[in-house]
């Protein structure tokens, strides 16, 4: 690490983007919040760094990481976005396995449902005569002049990126790299990606689509980093960059921009990585992840200490309650964080349908206009909601920094009443917040019930700009009775990554039976996958000393068609392999409902994750209360509608005044800089000596 003393995170988010700053000396932080640039995403980023360098020497920031969504943006079709034209050479006769995909439908009842378009069009996919079987083995030789004709489409093309997914290249790599050898030569300007190298896995479809959408990603996001860092370097900052994973760690600029599809999903992930840190801080070993910004709420599941991860994902698809549309996106296999998702933020609209019935989302107004509140737009939002509910300060917004307009909120809101003549301002409002609040509460059964865990376990952690406000209704829908708030909620997916360590992760297939398939010949796979991955760490600047690894096995009962992951240790000998098959079965059990320990299992695969530590900041402890209680931060009694839209007066707190040992009773609402949480009346709450905000329920 260059030499400095300040380490800098900045997560781009739909409404604002967050900086976050670590004096490593004064152990103090520097933080901001800025409106997104959607359409110039790099632009937000420079802004909030050149605030900081009003306060900070650019010589002495160490460490710069960052999250993006300019990945799935791209795929989702933004606007100052646009796809490079990408070709695909695969193997003769296989050309329109990208297209033909699987039987999966995303709308099953829909007779005219649309697959999503192809990135790669069928006149830029190129047949060539080759042919591997399942175990590598040379069917057909590599033929050189089919290979010559396909080159010529590539000439005439003006491609930006091509992909190379020939059939059981996972088993053997050879003519991949033949054909990548010949494309290099007559253009050496031309990115190449090939199956073997990001997704050495068998199913055919999903290896050609992961490898498509890194090729079509490529130009777009590689672009985007070096305008970033470019910036950056005018700035004066000439600090290693770093950049979120979707599997929740940071990968330098150049690996990310070798990978792009890794950033797909960058931004929720950080936020996870922060619970997951926080929670063994506070010694807390199963935490819901629980994050709701201005455009949308995601969940995650926190158990033993360990983020729950899956190996594969829809890039840039639909959701529906929470749960992935299988089938609307692009699959892409790749380590990333399992969460669940819902368009429930502050910016999302509330609407009122022909029927009469109130809805809200999944459209956002986002950061352009946002919410009526803003003076930009007129829809009336969640947020809109919670200003005429009282429960939002009546003023403004980031300490006094963004003034808003009460008024319009109640403007924008009374426009619906004329649909809905049985309620009145409050008890519409009331409405809007407890609709949002229900869907919020359906992600979190997602990461809970739907994978075999019970909520009440868990302790919420809530934090995003609306998190803290909607974290007690959330609690009490799913019987959750411990919350935590931590000390910057608006800004923790920045402070994610200040704590996250690199990785890097790399599979071997196997699709063999455990009875028959060797001990040592899983651990001969696993070593060379941890060699592979440690070089990539050395290359990234991560000393050996600071590499740890991480093992799992895909497994599935014979016949099955998806499998379960299944963490296993080194040195992996029979007894391992016993341990793995026994961890199969009770996965499954707590998955599925049942076991079947008579059924032959199947071992389909090999992962291992190389973890480079990073020194993780040691949080500050906030200062000690004195005999004066929470009455020194309190500043108003205002008028708030609680449940029912019932209004009473509530007692308002300045977080920044509150000290650790102070304690009070719901309702109540604290504010700050970056966020506002609302204590109900059902929930007690305490500040702890890190100044975080424990937010329990009260005995009956």
């Known amino acids: 690490m260059q030499a400095g003393r300040i380490r800098v995170g900045i997560d781009v988010g739909g409404t604002f983007t967050d900086l976050v700053a670590l004096d490593e000396r004064a152990g103090s932080l520097i933080r901001y919040k800025v409106p997104s640039t959607p359409r110039e995403p790099e632009a937000a980023v420079i802004d909030a760094l050149r605030m900081l360098l009003e306060r900070v020497e650019a010589s002495e920031v160490a460490f710069l990481s960052h999250s993006s969504t ?5 795929l989702l079709g933004q606007i100052n976005l646009e796809l490079p034209r990408t070709l695909l050479l695969t193997t003769e006769g296989f050309r329109d396995v990208l297209e033909i995909g699987r039987q999966n439908r995303s709308e099953v009842y829909n007779l005219f449902v649309q697959r999503p378009k192809p990135l790669v069009e069928r006149r830029f996919r190129l047949g060539v005569r080759e042919r591997m079987d399942p175990f590598g083995d040379v069917v057909v030789p590599l033929d050189a002049a089919s290979l010559a004709t396909a080159l010529d489409t590539v000439a005439s093309s003006d491609a930006r990126a091509l992909a190379i997914s020939f059939l059981h290249s996972y088993a053997n790599p050879a003519h991949e790299r033949a054909a990548r050898d010949a494309v290099v030569e007559r253009f050496p300007e031309l990115p190449v990606v090939l199956s073997s190298d990001v997704d050495p896995e068998y199913r055919e479809y999903e290896r050609t689509s992961t490898t498509v959408v890194n090729a079509v990603l490529g130009p777009l996001v590689r672009g985007y980093l070096e305008r970033l860092a470019s910036r950056a370097r005018d700035l004066g900052v000439d600090a290693k960059f770093y950049v979120m994973q979707s599997n929740g760690g940071m990968a330098s600029l150049e690996a990310a921009a070798a990978r792009p599809a890794t ?15 926080l929670g063994r801080v506070l010694g807390l070993d199963n935490v819901l992840s629980f994050d709701m910004g201005g455009t949308t709420a995601k969940a995650g599941t926190i158990s033993g200490g360990t983020p729950h991860v899956a190996s594969e994902f829809e890039a840039a698809g ?23 998702e819902v368009s429930a933020g502050g910016g999302t609209i509330a609407f009122v349908d022909a029927g009469g019935a109130l809805h809200v989302g999944p459209l956002s107004a986002g950061a352009d206009p946002g919410p009526a509140a803003y003076g930009r737009g007129m829809q009336p939002t969640v947020t809109d909601a919670n200003l005429v509910l009282g429960r939002l300060n009546q003023q403004a917004l980031l300490g006094g920094a963004m003034p808003i307009d009460v008024a319009r909120s109640r403007a924008a809101l009374e426009a619906l009443l004329p649909e809905l003549p049985e309620l009145d301002l409050d008890r519409l409002a009331a409405g809007i917040v407890h609709l949002v609040d229900l869907e919020m509460a359906k992600v979190l059964r997602i990461v809970t019930v739907e994978r075999g865990y019970d909520p009440r376990d868990f302790t919420l952690m809530a934090f995003g700009g609306g998190g803290p406000l909607h974290a007690c209704a959330v609690a009490l829908e799913l019987g959750i009775r411990r919350i935590v708030i931590p000390t910057d909620p608006g800004l923790f997916s920045a402070l994610g990554l200040l704590v996250a360590d690199l990785r890097s992760s790399g599979v071997h297939s196997f699709v063999m039976q455990a009875e028959t398939l060797a001990a040592t010949s899983i651990e001969s796979a696993f070593a060379k996958l941890e060699a592979h991955a440690a070089g990539d760490l050395a290359r990234q600047g991560v000393a050996a000393g600071d590499v740890e690894f991480s093992r799992e096995l895909e497994m599935r009962y014979a016949g099955q068609s998806f499998e379960l992951t299944i963490h296993t240790a080194a040195p992996f000998d029979e007894s391992q392999k016993s341990a793995a ?3 199969f079965h009770a996965a499954h059990a707590r998955t599925y409902g049942y076991s079947s320990p008579q059924e032959p299992v199947e071992i389909v695969a090999a992962r291992s994750t190389a973890i480079g530590k990073v020194v993780k900041p040691e949080p500050p402890l ?5 005999d004066d209680g929470p009455e020194r931060a309190l500043l108003e009694r205002r008028d708030v509608a609680l449940s ?8 308002v707190y300045a977080r920044t005044l509150l000290r650790a040992g102070d304690s009070f009773s719901g309702p109540a609402l604290v504010e700050q800089y970056d966020s506002c949480t609302y204590v109900a009346p059902e929930f007690d709450a305490r500040v702890d000596r890190f100044g975080n905000l424990l937010v329990e329920r009260s005995d009956d």
């Open 318 to 340: 639909r959701t529906h309650s929470g749960r992935a549309v299988k089938g609307s996106g692009y699959p892409v296999r790749f380590p990333f964080i399992d969460l669940a």
């Open 70 to 74: 300019v990945a799935t943006n791209a």
């Open 644 to 651: 029912g839209a019932v209004r009473a007066p509530v007692a």
């Open 622 to 626: 906030a200062t000690p209360a004195e």
């Open 581 to 583: 098959l026994e961890g």
């Open 263 to 277: 950033m797909i999903e960058s931004g929720p992930a950080s936020g996870v990585i922060g619970a997951a840190h």
